[in-house]
């Protein structure tokens, strides 16, 4: 198994431009999460899913969006990228039940110039 | 809403001692599970330590160990026989027993340091 697996590694936007952060999971997670972690912070949650289909807004989800086409893939998109969204992203998944490891990806450095 | 904080934010150890990571966490939960993640310099988030509020006894994982004190809501870290491959940023962090999210709330990190 892969596990979780984030794409780009690390990424430059300016100011305005917009992408998307790919993340997958080959674990058949129900659950997926993203989070951002800002220099000297813990992670903070930026939207999450609990199935196909179904998102909802963590923390702080201003900026951002996401879908859930399927179980394996949960892209994050950034729209009008600003110099405050500069963060490492990682992208998390789970099975149901509190007590489960949640299982992270890699992370993506992104830095909006 | 639940919050996790980690009042110290650096701690350095001499190889082979222990050394105790602080952690104390505020909820009106009676039933909830709490983390410890490990983040090296290779920024990969690894699963340390859990715990279930519902247990009264304390996990452990080989050299690592907590001190669960649910009425204080404390959640400690001892590493035991430190190591130069434990050096890295410690996270503790909560997770709700409520349906839905079942998202983790992280403190503000550790950074732990081993002295050869």
């Known amino acids: 198994n892969a596990g979780v697996t984030q794409t780009p590694k690390f990424r430059i936007l300016k100011i305005g431009q917009s992408m998307t952060l790919q993340c997958a999971q080959d674990m058949n997670h129900n659950y997926m999460y993203w989070y951002r972690q800002d220099p000297g912070m813990g992670l903070k949650l930026i939207y999450y899913?609990?199935?196909?289909?179904?998102?909802d807004k963590g923390e702080v989800p201003n900026g951002y969006n996401v879908s859930r086409s399927t179980t394996e893939d949960f892209p994050l998109r950034l729209e009008l990228a600003a110099p405050s969204q500069t963060s490492v992203y990682f992208c998390?998944?789970?099975?149901?039940?509190?007590?489960?490891?949640?299982?992270f990806g890699p992370g993506t450095r992104l830095t909006v110039l | 809403a639940q919050t996790v904080t980690q009042s110290q934010p650096e701690m350095s150890v001499q190889e082979a001692e222990t050394v105790t990571l602080s952690c104390t966490y505020d909820t009106s939960e009676s039933d909830y599970y709490l983390f410890w993640y490990k983040q090296p310099p290779s920024r990969q988030m690894i699963l340390v330590i859990r715990?279930?509020?519902?247990?009264?006894q304390n996990a452990t994982e080989n050299r690592f160990s907590v001190n669960f004190q649910k009425a204080a809501k404390s959640f400690s870290l001892k590493i035991s026989d430190s190591q130069l491959g434990d050096a890295a940023m410690y996270f503790c962090a909560y997770r709700t027993s409520q349906g839905g999210s079942e998202k983790l709330v992280f403190g503000k990190g550790t950074k732990l340091t081993v002295n050869p």
């Open positions: 715990q279930e509020a519902y247990k009264q």
């Open positions: 998390a998944s789970s099975k149901r039940g509190g007590s489960n490891e949640q299982f």
């Open positions: 899913s609990v199935g196909a289909g179904i998102t």
